[in-house]
């Protein structure tokens, strides 16, 4: 059919984790900006029904450097699957859809790879067959999962409530982005539970309005300096005292020229980020030589 979606990688340049819902979900703020490592959703096929029959999604396997992972995800939790069948649900029809993917994200990296091939998969049904405006598809994208609000329209922005209140920003930060990833799979289920926040619907706001102030200025001058020092990831103590190899690597990265390191999301990914691409060229190729999936990349 010939059309098709890039999902982009995310990092989160700073992550605080608020407290916990009496919903069970938990309060964040952070900062995600999107890099240019990226899946690739091709739409291949699509038949659209009314109501009175099934949705059948289909997924094919087309490259990239983690292919196999599409193997090892049980079909119906698939994040594209769940959100191609929340959106013919939502207009309430039925369907065939077979979509092509090209798999370059690693999975359980705090990367946000499946929620951004959701996004994705939103955006081509979306363009496609019956198109929802803004306010319908990010509502619908924040029933699939925390990160695909954001994910529908990447960019830098910041982000709060569970991930689904968005304020994007305008600019972009000029830097590349080194993302180290050494296979280790963190549950991100166990990270929320040994922050041990606390439960209510209520949190203190104070001083968060100056954080966001500081950030957007810092994000439309293109200038990480600004806000650097206020950065920071609440789930890097859990992790690091598990896996204090990725503190190493932390460690590592702003030894070699890192403007900014730290892990993004619940991990294990850990990041660095460049101003100088001949520092971000030296660092990726000492790391290449180590047992570490390695990716050079910038904010886009």
């Known amino acids: 059919m010939g059309f098709s979606e890039v999902a982009c990688a995310k990092v989160n340049l700073h992550l605080e984790i608020l407290n916990r819902r009496n919903d069970g979900y938990h309060n964040i703020f952070s900062l995600m900006v ?61 369907g065939t859809v077979v979509v092509g993917v090209e798999k370059n994200i690693p999975a359980a990296a705090g990367l946000g790879g499946g929620s951004s091939d959701a996004a994705a998969m939103l955006r081509l049904m979306n363009s496609q067959i019956q198109p929802l405006d803004e306010k319908e598809l990010l509502h619908l994208a924040s029933t699939i999962g925390a990160d695909v609000p954001y994910c529908l329209f990447a960019g830098s922005a910041i982000c709060r409530g569970i991930g689904d209140e968005i304020e994007r920003i305008e600019g972009r930060l000029p830097y590349w982005v080194l993302i180290l990833y ?35 200025r810092g994000v439309e001058k293109g200038d990480i300096g600004i806000f650097k020092h206020i950065l920071k990831n609440d789930f890097e103590e859990y992790v690091f005292s598990k896996h204090p190899e990725l503190m190493r690597l932390k460690e590592q990265l702003l030894n070699m020229g890192a403007e900014y390191a730290a892990m ?9 980020v460049f101003k100088n691409y001949d520092l971000m060229r030296h660092a990726e190729q000492y790391f290449s030589t180590h047992d570490i999936a390695v990716y050079a990349s910038q904010i886009v």
């Open 34 to 94: 999107s890099v240019d490592l990226f899946d690739l959703l091709q739409l291949e096929e699509l038949e659209v029904f009314e109501a009175n029959k099934t949705v059948d999604v289909e997924i094919i396997p087309r490259g990239g450097k983690f292919a196999w992972l599409m193997a090892t995800v049980p079909h119906n939790e698939n994040l594209i699957v769940k959100a191609t069948k929340a959106y013919f649900a939502k207009i309430g029809k039925s």
């Open 182 to 216: 050494r296979h280790i799979p963190i549950s991100t289920k166990e990270a929320y539970r040994a922050l041990e926040r606390t439960v209510g619907d209520g949190f203190v706001t104070d001083g968060y309005e100056e954080k966001a102030n500081l950030i957007k």
């Open 264 to 272: 993004t999301g619940s991990g294990s990914a850990i990041y660095g």
